[in-house]
């Protein structure tokens, strides 16, 4: 089948919707997602969205970043994702995101490795509020066509420019033939045994840019998260959020003694949580909420307190054991602050991209918004050189 757009977005993500959003509505846009339009990284995200509060926070954001990633990020795209933050959340919630309020003011929260609250949330839910908003806005654009189960399997490339895509799916071989192009296809996590992404998420774009000589960086920089639910059972890991750290849970070894300051950040939670297991030759260790108000659990976490109950535990009443899972690409297709790839025409954002904002490991709640920040960059940048191009 040949199919003729200006622009073809990959993937349903925010990184996906943000973008396919900010496109202008006279453009005709082909959305393709490789399972369900649901099934994203982005719906699954609980702790939160960073936003900088105001100026005085702007050295100790900016530093909290830095110091996460081991000073290996770039600092002119960690300086463009803070300051451009307060205008993302002032786009979110004008497509309709709800954040939770505290005496009418937006309420923050705390997370590892962060100096102070600064973290915008929706229950522990704020990735499916975040995406399923973004997604009804664009099922509501006359001008986007939608491919759900559809897979990417080679992009077109002419005189070394991209010229769209090659996807599969019931009906066939597509043949999407388009200006612009944007991947947004997520990350790695469907090649790990233990990974709290879906299983569908292989690293497609990645190893199609690899084939086309794309531009490629930091492909070890892979974020292995402390806390998931520990399971026999095979298939995605349940993850359990740090903004739980953030409020006061607590980390326990066999001994029920603590062992780490649970606000470190990510790597350095898992390190001394896998020496812990090793050194008490155990599968997990113990998180404790009970330092936290039930009232607190049930508002703020009931997404997390429902399905430890699935699983036979009351967090409200008794410790539950957690173990770490392959989380977070920190790595990907190479972008500059617009998101342009090393091949002309050719778009990445959110994890299947690498733009130098996460350094070798991201800060917690970060990933939301630099998916957004530069997916509207990529847009933007597409619907200024369109409009060169068509004077």
Not at 36 to 64: H, N, P
Not at 198 to 210: N, S, Y
Not at 329 to 336: A, E, H, K, L, S
Request: aromatic content about 8%; some cysteine.
């Amino acid at each position: 089948m040949e199919i003729s757009a200006d622009i073809v977005v990959v993937g349903t993500g925010v990184g996906g919707l943000f973008s396919t959003l900010w496109l202008p509505e006279e453009k005709q846009v082909v959305l393709i997602t490789k399972s369900d339009l649901e099934s994203s990284d982005s719906f699954l995200a609980q702790g939160g969205i960073c936003v900088l509060r105001d100026e005085k926070d702007y050295e100790s954001f900016f530093e909290d970043t830095m110091k996460a990633g081991h000073y290996e990020n770039r600092k002119e795209s960690v300086d463009l994702m803070i300051r451009k933050s307060r205008e993302i959340i002032d786009d979110l919630i004008g497509f309709g995101v709800d954040f939770e309020q505290e005496d009418g003011c937006l309420k923050y929260t705390r997370e590892g490795a962060h100096s102070c609250p600064r973290i915008l949330f929706h229950k522990d839910i704020t990735g499916k509020e975040i995406t399923s908003k973004l997604l009804e806005r664009v099922k509501e654009r006359k001008n986007v066509t939608i491919f759900e189960y559809t897979t990417m399997t080679d992009i077109l490339e002419e005189d070394g420019k991209c010229t769209g895509i090659l996807a599969e799916n019931e009906q066939g071989t597509l043949h999407i033939h388009a200006a612009d192009t944007i991947l947004a296809s997520g990350g790695i996590g469907g090649t790990y045994q233990h990974s709290t992404n879906f299983p569908h998420l292989t690293g497609d774009a990645i190893r199609i840019a690899k084939k086309h000589e794309v531009r490629l960086e930091h492909l070890d920089y892979v974020q292995i998260h402390p806390t998931t639910l520990y399971s026999k059972k095979p298939g995605r890991r349940f993850l359990i959020s740090e903004s739980v750290r953030g409020e006061g849970a607590v980390l326990y070894n066999k001994k029920h003694e603590r062992f780490v300051n649970e606000l470190l950040p990510r790597d350095v939670v898992t390190k001394a949580i896998h020496e812990e297991m090793e050194k008490d030759g155990t599968d997990y260790v113990w998180l404790s909420m009970e330092h936290i108000p039930k009232e607190t659990i049930l508002g703020h976490f009931p997404n997390i307190y429902q399905r430890c109950l699935e699983e036979g535990y009351d967090v409200t009443k008794e410790c539950i054991p957690v173990v770490p899972a392959q989380h977070y690409f920190m790595g990907g297709i190479w972008v500059d602050l617009d998101s342009q790839t090393s091949m002309e025409h050719l778009y990445a954002v959110g994890e299947t991209s690498c733009n130098g904002v996460h350094g070798a490991n991201r800060l917690a709640s970060n990933s939301l918004l630099e998916s957004l920040v530069f997916a509207k960059r990529a847009a933007t940048k597409i619907f200024g050189e369109s409009e060169k191009r068509y004077r």
